[in-house]
């Protein structure tokens, strides 16, 4: 009787086991299996194991990832078997192919790959809400990964299906696999996926989510299988792994970049050609790229938001197109005949979401639509309130579940949502359709008034920061409600929003914007409360005030003024003083200045129970006494009204306060001369400013940096400093009105030390960074001033200055007043009282004999 020849498992099995050192019987005690069994496997007597045979094998001989594939391929079954193998071969669904290539999603599909790739990973989800393109990236992980599985991949379409009880047999069908010998169609699948490494590609899963456990039968009893889904929603099963398809990259609206990099960006990139496709000649040009980048951000990226827009180039240029994105869903329309209806139109797209949607959803998701710029928990659960008896963060959670609203990071760092603009739209037409939002946006006006008034104190308090940034979060929202109410003519609901964010405009936002806004509401007929209205002229006279409108800012002090006299309101009175007090500063006229800031300080040192606010006030005041001494060269004075105010401002812990105390005392210090006191105030400055978020003071401690820079003979630095300052300011929108003479004077000195082409480069350098970045560059230690041996300059011994030392070095060189104030980046009269400072400090009467006592104890 002839020897059987062993079969490709048994030689396998056989050539492991040798390479592992162990014979029959080791192997046989580390498997638990027979000897004789192990035995007639090497000689091929039984030539299809068992797959739980070859898994005790697999574990006894401690194969790597390559050899378990090697080994599980060896012991598949042959194909004479029968069972759930058709009576011929099995004839697969072709995998589709793309017609276009993707585009702007290279990230996003190695990670994909990787994921698959990894042996602990057999379920992937990819996630997102419809039109984002996930079957399209689906499909690229496809034909990238067709040699990566034995058997190939299989893409199994759900979208056609109703009834999650033919999600079975549509995948069997795709597979070729058909019931046999009695059996089940899941049991066919078990037993024909069992042996085979493949990867299922299963799409539009989310409208039959109820056979999600038949994807856990398969991984769990075919171990070579891999499954890749496609879903609006994630199938919640053990070991899965969720991949969320985000739209695609937008290019950035405050900076928009060169043509060469915009033509990069993803959205862009995928619209222009796209619009080729029905417009050849068209192309990214200088003339379009405004408009291509602003269309691109109002479909948030959407790749079939953008496809669709992108069919109509070739009858509407981009900048048409654009005026006509104002609604976005009648326009989207129009898609490729050969894409199923619910992606031809972007309102098919969405409502087939909805569709799916239980009707305590679609309530839901109706109601969130109303949010602008998106809503945390506390504000969906004020406006939204429990529907049908169920909480609702469980009905929100379960909307972000189907890639409705999406989690976001808020500024704040807690969890906030957000709709893509065009699913929003498409609630609110549902909402109007339902007869709720009436009722729905009064409780969004009632919701955001309250939190933007119970905020309002908070500001100049510890956590003014933490609030600020809040407010930042919610800004969409508030400034919505607010102009739903100067356009609805609800006077005092304008007024009151006004009077509650006028202090964050003045921080954080544009000066502008927020102008406008408060005085279109000031501007409305009809009567809020008095304390408002007061508030309200305050502010909006303070942010006229911030763009060198003094016109605009008297107007409101006195108006104010008026107010607060006939409600008897001192303290409202004096905060009126005080703005009347800054108009009257910024025009020259300090002695009507000095009127005001005396009257209001009277007032708030009786204000006994209301001292909190009044301390902060006063503080105010002080500063601006402190800037008018500044400006009459009364240094002292000036240092110690800022000192006073910096005092209260430290004991209330108020950031923004210090801020501002520290920036005028750095500028005092650089006129004295004192450049390392001015550094330490500056950098402290930045970092108070920073939890802020103050742009136009962080401009402002920058560019103080700068002209210490400038002093320490750091040129560069001084001009990219600079630069930064100004970017900063533009953002805040301050007018080159309110830019110091001295600031002026240094960027000219530097300009003079560098050329005029070397600082412009500079300059552009700083005016390109980020806040942050200007910021980090600022704390350096560059920007210190070198120490003095033993910690004692010759000025500071003979009771100069370093300021004074300056001076006198340069009287020494025979310069004249004019020439040391442009040396020095500091003013002619300053010049003068440093001068008067030195004769006292000398005992002399004249600069020559200033020159020879300072050379006499070696000063100079």
């Given at each position: 009787?002839?020897?059987?020849?062993?079969?490709?498992?048994?030689?396998?099995?056989?050539?492991?086991?040798?390479?592992?050192?162990?014979?029959?019987?080791?192997?046989?005690?580390?498997?638990?299996?027979?000897?004789?069994?192990?035995?007639?496997?090497?000689?091929?007597?039984?030539?299809?194991?068992?797959?739980?045979?070859?898994?005790?094998?697999?574990?006894?001989?401690?194969?790597?990832?390559?050899?378990?594939?090697?080994?599980?391929?060896?012991?598949?079954?042959?194909?004479?078997?029968?069972?759930?193998?058709?009576?011929?071969?099995?004839?697969?669904?072709?995998?589709?192919?793309?017609?276009?290539?993707?585009?702007?999603?290279?990230?996003?599909?190695?990670?994909?790959?990787?994921?698959?790739?990894?042996?602990?990973?057999?379920?992937?989800?990819?996630?997102?809400?419809?039109?984002?393109?996930?079957?399209?990236?689906?499909?690229?992980?496809?034909?990238?990964?067709?040699?990566?599985?034995?058997?190939?991949?299989?893409?199994?379409?759900?979208?056609?299906?109703?009834?999650?009880?033919?999600?079975?047999?549509?995948?069997?069908?795709?597979?070729?696999?058909?019931?046999?010998?009695?059996?089940?169609?899941?049991?066919?699948?078990?037993?024909?996926?069992?042996?085979?490494?493949?990867?299922?590609?299963?799409?539009?899963?989310?409208?039959?989510?109820?056979?999600?456990?038949?994807?856990?039968?398969?991984?769990?009893?075919?171990?070579?299988?891999?499954?890749?889904?496609?879903?609006?929603?994630?199938?919640?099963?053990?070991?899965?792994?969720?991949?969320?398809?985000?739209?695609?990259?937008?290019?950035?609206?405050?900076?928009?970049?060169?043509?060469?990099?915009?033509?990069?960006?993803?959205?862009?990139?995928?619209?222009v050609e796209r619009g080729r496709e029905v417009q050849p000649q068209f192309t990214l040009a200088e003339n379009n790229t405004a408009a291509v980048s602003e269309i691109c951000r109002r479909l948030d990226g959407l790749p079939l938001a953008l496809e669709l827009a992108a069919a109509w180039i070739h009858v509407l240029p981009p900048a048409s197109l654009l005026?006509?994105?104002?609604?976005?869903?009648?326009?989207?329309?129009?898609?490729?005949?050969?894409?199923?209806?619910?992606?031809?139109?972007?309102?098919?797209?969405?409502?087939?979401?909805?569709?799916?949607?239980?009707?305590?959803?679609?309530?839901?998701?109706?109601?969130?639509a109303v949010f602008m710029g998106g809503f945390d928990l506390p504000a969906a659960e004020a406006i939204a309130q429990p529907v049908d008896g169920v909480e609702s963060i469980s009905i929100v959670a379960s909307l972000v579940d189907k890639s409705l609203?999406?989690?976001?990071?808020?500024?704040?760092?807690?969890?906030?949502?957000?709709?893509?603009?065009?699913?929003?739209?498409?609630?609110?037409?549902?909402?109007?359709?339902?007869?709720?939002?009436?009722?729905?946006?009064?409780?969004?006006?009632?919701?955001?008034?309250?939190?933007?008034?119970?905020?309002?104190?908070?500001?100049?308090?510890?956590?003014?920061?933490?609030?600020?940034?809040?407010?930042?979060?919610?800004?969409?929202?508030?400034?919505?409600?607010?102009?739903?109410?100067?356009?609805?003519?609800?006077?005092?609901?304008?007024?009151?929003?006004?009077?509650?964010?006028?202090?964050?405009?003045?921080?954080?936002?544009?000066?502008?914007?927020?102008?406008?806004?408060?005085?279109?509401?000031?501007?409305?007929?009809?009567?809020?409360?008095?304390?408002?209205?007061?508030?309200?002229?305050?502010?909006?006279?303070?942010?006229?005030?911030?763009?060198?409108?003094?016109?605009?800012?008297?107007?409101?002090?006195?108006?104010?003024?008026?107010?607060?006299?006939?409600?008897?309101?001192?303290?409202?009175?004096?905060?009126?003083?005080?703005?009347?007090?800054?108009?009257?500063?910024?025009?020259?006229?300090?002695?009507?200045?000095?009127?005001?800031?005396?009257?209001?300080?009277?007032?708030?040192?009786?204000?006994?129970?209301?001292?909190?606010?009044?301390?902060?006030?006063?503080?105010?005041?002080?500063?601006?006494?402190?800037?008018?001494?500044?400006?009459?060269?009364?240094?002292?004075?000036?240092?110690?009204?800022?000192?006073?105010?910096?005092?209260?401002?430290?004991?209330?812990?108020?950031?923004?306060?210090?801020?501002?105390?520290?920036?005028?005392?750095?500028?005092?210090?650089?006129?004295?001369?004192?450049?390392?006191?001015?550094?330490?105030?500056?950098?402290?400055?930045?970092?108070?400013?920073?939890?802020?978020?103050?742009?136009?003071?962080?401009?402002?401690?920058?560019?103080?940096?700068?002209?210490?820079?400038?002093?320490?003979?750091?040129?560069?630095?001084?001009?990219?400093?600079?630069?930064?300052?100004?970017?900063?300011?533009?953002?805040?929108?301050?007018?080159?009105?309110?830019?110091?003479?001295?600031?002026?004077?240094?960027?000219?000195?530097?300009?003079?030390?560098?050329?005029?082409?070397?600082?412009?480069?500079?300059?552009?350098?700083?005016?390109?960074?980020?806040?942050?970045?200007?910021?980090?560059?600022?704390?350096?230690?560059?920007?210190?001033?070198?120490?003095?041996?033993?910690?004692?300059?010759?000025?500071?011994?003979?009771?100069?200055?370093?300021?004074?030392?300056?001076?006198?070095?340069?009287?020494?060189?025979?310069?004249?007043?004019?020439?040391?104030?442009?040396?020095?980046?500091?003013?002619?009269?300053?010049?003068?009282?440093?001068?008067?400072?030195?004769?006292?400090?000398?005992?002399?009467?004249?600069?020559?004999?200033?020159?020879?006592?300072?050379?006499?104890?070696?000063?100079?």
């Amino acid at each position: 009787m002839g020897t059987r020849e062993s079969s490709p498992f048994g030689s396998l099995l056989r050539h492991y086991r040798l390479a592992a050192g162990l014979s029959q019987e080791t192997l046989a005690e580390l498997t638990g299996l027979s000897t004789r069994g192990i035995s007639d496997l090497e000689r091929g007597a039984r030539t299809t194991p068992r797959l739980e045979t070859v898994g005790l094998l697999t574990d006894g001989l401690e194969l790597g990832t390559s050899q378990r594939s090697a080994f599980l391929d060896a012991a598949r079954p042959s194909r004479d078997s029968h069972l759930s193998e058709p009576a011929e071969p099995a004839r697969m669904s072709p995998l589709p192919r793309a017609i276009t290539p993707l585009i702007g999603r290279e990230r996003e599909l190695q990670v994909v790959k990787e994921f698959l790739w990894r042996d602990d990973v057999a379920l992937v989800t990819l996630a997102g809400t419809g039109g984002v393109g996930k079957t399209s990236l689906a499909l690229s992980v496809a034909a990238d990964l067709v040699n990566d599985f034995d058997d190939g991949v299989t893409f199994v379409s759900l979208a056609p299906l109703n009834d999650p009880a033919l999600v079975a047999s549509t995948i069997a069908r795709a597979l070729g696999v058909r019931e046999a010998g009695g059996r089940s169609v899941v049991e066919a699948l078990r037993a024909f996926l069992s042996p085979r490494r493949q990867l299922l590609i299963l799409d539009n899963f989310e409208h039959v989510l109820a056979a999600a456990p038949l994807v856990t039968d398969f991984l769990r009893f075919c171990p070579g299988i891999k499954v890749l889904a496609t879903s609006r929603e994630r199938l919640h099963l053990h070991g899965e792994q969720v991949f969320e398809v985000l739209p695609l990259g937008l290019p950035d609206q405050q900076h928009l970049p060169s043509l060469e990099v915009l033509s990069h960006v993803p959205s862009v990139q995928l619209f222009v050609e796209r619009g080729r496709e029905v417009q050849p000649q068209f192309t990214l040009a200088e003339n379009n790229t405004a408009a291509v980048s602003e269309i691109c951000r109002r479909l948030d990226g959407l790749p079939l938001a953008l496809e669709l827009a992108a069919a109509w180039i070739h009858v509407l240029p981009p900048a048409s197109l654009l005026t006509r994105l104002e609604r976005r869903l009648p326009l989207l329309t129009q898609g490729p005949r050969d894409v199923p209806l619910r992606q031809q139109t972007l309102r098919d797209a969405i409502g087939w979401s909805y569709d799916l949607l239980s009707e305590a959803e679609q309530r839901m998701f109706r109601r969130l639509a109303v949010f602008m710029g998106g809503f945390d928990l506390p504000a969906a659960e004020a406006i939204a309130q429990p529907v049908d008896g169920v909480e609702s963060i469980s009905i929100v959670a379960s909307l972000v579940d189907k890639s409705l609203p999406r989690q976001v990071e808020g500024l704040a760092g807690e969890p906030r949502f957000g709709m893509l603009e065009m699913v929003r739209e498409f609630g609110l037409e549902r909402l109007v359709a339902s007869d709720e939002d009436a009722a729905v946006q009064k409780a969004y006006a009632s919701y955001f008034l309250t939190l933007a008034e119970n905020l309002r104190p908070k500001i100049e308090c510890p956590e003014g920061p933490a609030v600020l940034t809040r407010l930042e979060d919610e800004h969409a929202n508030l400034r919505a409600v607010l102009e739903w109410a100067v356009e609805d003519g609800d006077a005092e609901r304008a007024v009151r929003f006004v009077a509650a964010l006028w202090k964050f405009w003045f921080i954080r936002w544009p000066l502008g914007e927020g102008r406008a806004l408060a005085q279109r509401a000031l501007a409305l007929p009809g009567s809020a409360p008095p304390v408002a209205q007061v508030e309200a002229r305050y502010g909006a006279g303070s942010l006229a005030m911030g763009q060198a409108d003094y016109a605009a800012a008297q107007l409101h002090g006195e108006t104010g003024l008026v107010l607060a006299s006939e409600i008897d309101d001192p303290f409202w009175s004096a905060i009126s003083l005080y703005l009347l007090g800054n108009v009257a500063r910024l025009r020259g006229d300090h002695a009507v200045a000095h009127v005001h800031y005396r009257r209001a300080l009277a007032i708030y040192s009786g204000l006994v129970e209301r001292r909190q606010v009044a301390q902060h006030a006063a503080a105010m005041v002080l500063v601006s006494l402190g800037d008018i001494a500044c400006k009459e060269d009364d240094l002292p004075e000036a240092i110690a009204h800022y000192q006073e105010a910096l005092t209260i401002w430290r004991e209330r812990r108020d950031p923004w306060g210090q801020g501002i105390a520290l920036i005028n005392l750095g500028a005092v210090e650089v006129g004295r001369g004192e450049l390392d006191l001015a550094a330490s105030h500056y950098k402290e400055s930045l970092l108070c400013n920073e939890t802020t978020g103050d742009r136009e003071s962080i401009g402002h401690g920058l560019a103080g940096l700068a002209q210490v820079s400038a002093c320490l003979d750091q040129p560069e630095c001084a001009a990219r400093l600079f630069g930064a300052a100004e970017a900063l300011w533009e953002v805040a929108g301050a007018p080159a009105a309110m830019i110091s003479a001295d600031h002026e004077r240094a960027v000219t000195a530097v300009k003079t030390r560098l050329g005029v082409n070397a600082f412009e480069a500079q300059r552009e350098t700083g005016h390109a960074i980020s806040s942050e970045e200007a910021v980090a560059e600022a704390m350096e230690p560059a920007f210190d001033p070198p120490a003095q041996a033993n910690g004692v300059s010759e000025g500071h011994r003979s009771g100069l200055s370093q300021r004074e030392l300056d001076v006198l070095r340069l009287i020494a060189l025979g310069r004249s007043n004019r020439d040391i104030a442009e040396s020095l980046f500091i003013s002619p009269r300053t010049v003068t009282t440093h001068t008067t400072g030195i004769f006292t400090k000398l005992h002399v009467g004249s600069r020559t004999a200033a020159v020879a006592v300072a050379r006499d104890r070696e000063l100079i």
